[in-house]
T-cell receptor, first 112, second 114 residues
Framework: GDSVTQMEGPVTLSEEAFLTINCTYTATGYPSLFWYVQYPGEGLQLLLK?????DKGSNKGFEATYRKETTSFHLEKGSVQVSDSAVYFC???????????FGRGTSLIVHP | EPEVTQTPSHQVTQMGQEVILRCVPI?????FYWYRQILGQKVEFLVSFYNNEISEKSEIFDDQFSVERPDGSNFTLKIRSTKLEDSAMYFCASTLQGGDYEQYFGPGTRLTVT
């Protein structure tokens, strides 16, 4: 079945460090790929998405590129801030379905 | 900005008890969802609801679970007889329409069954 695997956390970084959170997927169809973020006490929010191979999603300084050859959608940010501390979820959605398949989430902690 | 709200934020209950988790979706949204995340595991889809009926449900959503939209604003998830393994974070979501529309999630209710 369809699945998403993301790196285990927590990921702990100092402010202004470079961030990578790995995400790989397995899908029977041709999925759209998403990153969601959950800040403390809030709901999951869509951070960025990509709908086809080689698309790059970007938002708030975060980027992720849809790599069909490696079935990956790694999240990156060049310089993290304390306010980026949150849980990040990678997800996929197969065409024709409106239900996303999520990964386990990766907690990011950024220290001043 | 409109948001999905959920109450309570944390519910503790004894095994075998009934619990009702409440959600208030965004007011003009038409599709509603429940997900759960057992600690350390993936966020899993439970059920979707549209036009006052279940439109899709997962294998997890067995006879112990039910959903209801009792009035024009609330969307509830009931677990009839809770088990220890029902302990999880439960997320409600809503979307304006089905298909490719973004789902807006609530902050979740942490259910602890003792």
């Amino acid at each position: 079945g369809d699945s998403v695997t993301q790196m285990e956390g927590p990921v702990t970084l100092s402010e202004e460090a470079f961030l990578t959170i790995n995400c790989t997927y397995t899908a029977t169809g041709y999925p759209s790929l998403f990153w969601y973020v959950q800040y403390p006490g809030e709901g999951l929010q869509l951070l960025l998405k990509a709908t086809k191979a080689d698309d790059k999603g970007s938002n708030k300084g975060f980027e992720a590129t849809y790599r069909k050859e490696t079935t990956s959608f790694h999240l990156e940010k060049g310089s993290v801030q304390v306010s980026d501390s949150a849980v990040y979820f990678c997800a996929l959605r197969i065409k024709g379905s409106y239900i996303p398949t999520f990964g386990r989430g990766t907690s990011l902690i950024v220290h001043p | 900005e409109p948001e999905v709200t959920q109450t309570p934020s944390h519910q503790v209950t004894q095994m075998g008890q009934e619990v009702i988790l409440r959600c208030v979706p965004i007011s003009n949204h038409l599709y509603f969802y429940w997900y759960r995340q057992i600690l350390g595991q993936k966020v899993e889809f439970l059920v979707s609801f549209y036009n006052n009926e279940i439109s899709e449900k997962s294998e997890i959503f067995d006879d112990q679970f039910s959903v209801e939209r009792p009035d024009g604003s609330n969307f509830t998830l009931k677990i009839r007889s809770t088990k220890l393994e029902d302990s999880a974070m439960y997320f409600c979501a809503s979307t304006l329409q089905g298909g490719d529309y973004e789902q807006y999630f609530g902050p979740g209710t942490r259910l602890t069954v003792t």
